[in-house]
């Protein structure tokens, strides 16, 4: 279940618009990396309540797994934002064309852990971004 405000970005508080502006290139879209090779990364989110997974950019055909149920918030470059419901095993897939991203950041706002697993497909229609080290 999601519900999503249309807030615009002016209605974000100013440090999170900060980190938009300075992470809105980060192509670390996991808590940790686990696997790469030349044609998946296989990436962990792993947030406890209350932690956050900064802003970053997905160009990259991908699929997120679930692994735990749990409550999120995410602000999304467009200026909306999303709550969301996890159920365990619930998966979603996305597929980016030439050019196209999204940019977002991911708070757990239930009671436990928050546990994801994101697996990127490297030969999408986009070249992969740079990892970089750790999210803020």
Known sequence: METTF???RVAWPDAIQ???????????????????????RVWEIRLAPGERIGFHRHVLDY???AVTPGRAR???????????VYSAGETRHFVYGKGEYKIHDLKN??????WFTTVE????????LEIGTKNS
């Open 121 to 128: 497909f490297l030969d999408s229609a986009n070249v992969p």
């Open 18 to 40: 900060k980190e938009f502006d300075t992470n809105q290139f980060n192509g670390r879209v996991g808590t940790r990396l686990l696997s790469e090779t030349e044609r998946v």
């Open 74 to 84: 995410s602000y999304a470059e467009d200026g909306t934002i999303v709550e969301a």
């Open 109 to 114: 706002v239930g009671d436990a852990d928050l």
């Open 6 to 8: 249309k807030t615009g």
């Open 63 to 65: 699929f997120w797994t």
